[in-house]
């Protein structure tokens, strides 16, 4: 069964520290993965995108890596701001469609305390 | 931000209520998406279309219906709302891959925060 696991569920950090989130999933034939962001009540905002060839992808202060041999991934926040307060949500995509369906973890709240 | 857009942002209705939930994207894409999310939970993909007149049904069964009669407008219709709707309800769009080996990213509308009484 093609599925996206998140760790941790929730997080809480003081403003100016660094974290990390994790993703694990078991979606195959394996096309993409990505990390989208999204604001309470808003629609996910798309930060990075990583096939199979790619490892490591930045965007400012966002880095994600990908492990497609353990099939893991992770999102390392760096000197978080309090915009950074939202829901981090891991998805991979399959290449067994047309459609090019999408698998979606249910996220990890990220909270930046003053 | 992607140029797709959701109305109304917020509904609150009562049972039985017929609601049509729109949703525009200018971006010229053809596939489209709705999805149906509730708080702490995964996205879970209700509706799509590959272009127009196209229209299929998603993984999780739902008792919306959807129509594509123009490229840029996807929207879903509940023909008597229930409490067990209220949710809240994600359109997105996305283009065909430039090339083979290259993804289609969707680009997600603000949502609408469905409450049914």
């Known amino acids: 069964k093609n599925q996206v696991e998140q760790s941790p569920q929730s997080l809480i950090i003081l403003e100016g520290k660094n974290c990390t989130l994790q993703c694990n999933y078991t979606v195959s034939p394996f096309s993409n993965l990505r990390w989208y962001k999204q604001d309470t009540g808003r629609g996910p905002v798309s930060l990075t995108i990583?096939?199979?060839?790619?490892n490591t992808k930045s965007n400012g202060r966002y880095t994600a890596t990908l492990d497609a041999d353990t099939k893991q991934s992770s999102l390392h926040i760096t000197a978080s701001q309090l915009s950074d307060s939202a829901s981090y949500i891991c998805v991979v995509s399959d290449r067994g469609s047309t459609l090019g369906r999408l698998y979606f973890g249910r996220g990890t709240q990220l909270t930046v305390w003053p | 931000e992607a140029d797709i857009y959701q109305t109304p942002r917020y509904l609150v209705i009562g049972t039985g209520k017929k609601i049509t939930l729109e949703c525009s994207q200018t971006?010229?894409?053809?596939?489209m998406y709705w999805y149906q999310q509730d708080p702490g939970m995964e996205l879970h993909l209700i509706h799509y279309?590959?272009?127009?007149?196209?229209?299929e049904k998603g993984d999780l069964s739902s008792e919306s219906t959807v129509s594509r009669i123009r490229t840029e407008h996807f929207p879903l219709t509940l023909e008597s709302a229930r409490p067990s709707h209220t949710s809240q309800y994600l359109c997105a769009s996305s283009a065909p891959p430039l090339s083979s080996g290259s993804y289609n990213e969707q680009f997600f509308g603000p949502g609408t925060r469905l409450t049914v009484l």
């Open positions: 971006m010229g894409h053809d596939k």
């Open positions: 279309s590959y272009g127009v007149n196209s229209t």
């Open positions: 990583m096939t199979f060839s790619e």
